[in-house]
């Protein structure tokens, strides 16, 4: 058996229409025997069920990140096969990679790399225009800039996204014309930003807009956890352990300077 961690940057019992067809789907695309455990930000984390509150300040972004160090740490320690980051800003990817050994899968990292297997051009429509900066910054880091070229935000706000699970028209008709202003720029192959439209699209079984194939990055990136399980089991596959951006510290230096900032406590 897989066991993978799911961690949103969602409070995801704030958004059930969300939560709820985000573990179907997801369970629907993995194999058989892989077990998704679904994780959301702790209650409170933010002043509305809405992260963009916070997703467009650095600093509040930033700070964030610890809550997703938490949860990888306790994946590890609970015998978990994957972790997965499941927000296209790859919220806290770098230092979550150099804390545990088990696989880190980034939405975004993964969803870019996958959708180049398809197209040489790739399109992001998301709906929080916050994240333009963060995606820009993220692709250079990774060295998939030149791959990236449009992104696209949907004429949509978060509240319409969840109450299109009950009436889907208006936003896949929004989605549609984002991808094609996309695709007029170039892009032919388009990565749905954000978990919350990504599970509504895949949910709606739309695949492509005229002939440019639209990736399912949450899906894809179960699947991607699900090999690099395998491959850590079998060959103990890791990633590189040197220099700055890449060494482990010793648990215990991290457990002391966690404990020095109160992060267990708050987070526990």
């Known amino acids: 058996m897989t066991r993978i961690w799911h961690q949103s940057f969602t409070v995801l019992d704030d ?21 998704i455990d679904f994780h959301g930000m702790k209650p409170g984390t933010y002043p509305s069920d809405y992260p963009g509150t916070h997703i467009g300040y650095a600093y509040l972004a930033g700070l964030h990140r610890e809550q997703f160090a938490h949860a990888a740490l306790r994946a590890q320690d609970e015998g978990y096969d994957a972790f997965l980051i499941a927000t296209i800003p790859d919220t806290a990817y770098e230092e979550v990679r150099t804390l545990v050994d088990i696989p880190v899968v980034a939405f975004g990292q993964t969803s870019v790399l996958m959708a180049g297997a398809l197209g040489d051009r790739v399109g992001i429509v998301n709906f929080i225009g916050a994240l333009e900066p963060q995606l820009r910054r993220n692709m250079r880091n990774y060295r998939l800039d030149q791959l990236v ?11 319409d996204v969840m109450a299109a699970y009950a009436d889907p028209e208006p936003l896949l008709d929004a989605f ?21 439209l990504n599970v509504f699209l895949a949910d709606q079984g739309l695949s492509r807009v005229d002939d440019v194939p639209v990736l399912d990055s949450l899906g894809t990136c179960v699947r991607v956890a699900e090999l690099r399980a395998a491959q850590f089991r079998a060959t103990g596959l890791a990633p590189a352990r040197t220099g700055f951006y890449g060494a482990r510290p010793p648990r215990p230096l991290v457990d002391a300077a966690r404990d020095f900032y109160g992060v ?5």
């Open 15 to 35: 958004v059930p229409h969300y939560r709820d067809a985000l573990a179907r789907h997801l369970r629907s695309q993995a194999a058989p025997g892989t077990e």
């Open 149 to 159: 070229g449009p992104i696209v935000q949907v004429e949509a706000e978060f509240t």
């Open 176 to 196: 549609t014309r984002a991808a094609r202003t996309a695709i007029a720029d170039g892009a032919n192959v388009i990565v749905p930003g954000e978990g919350p």
């Open 264 to 268: 267990n406590g708050t987070l526990a």
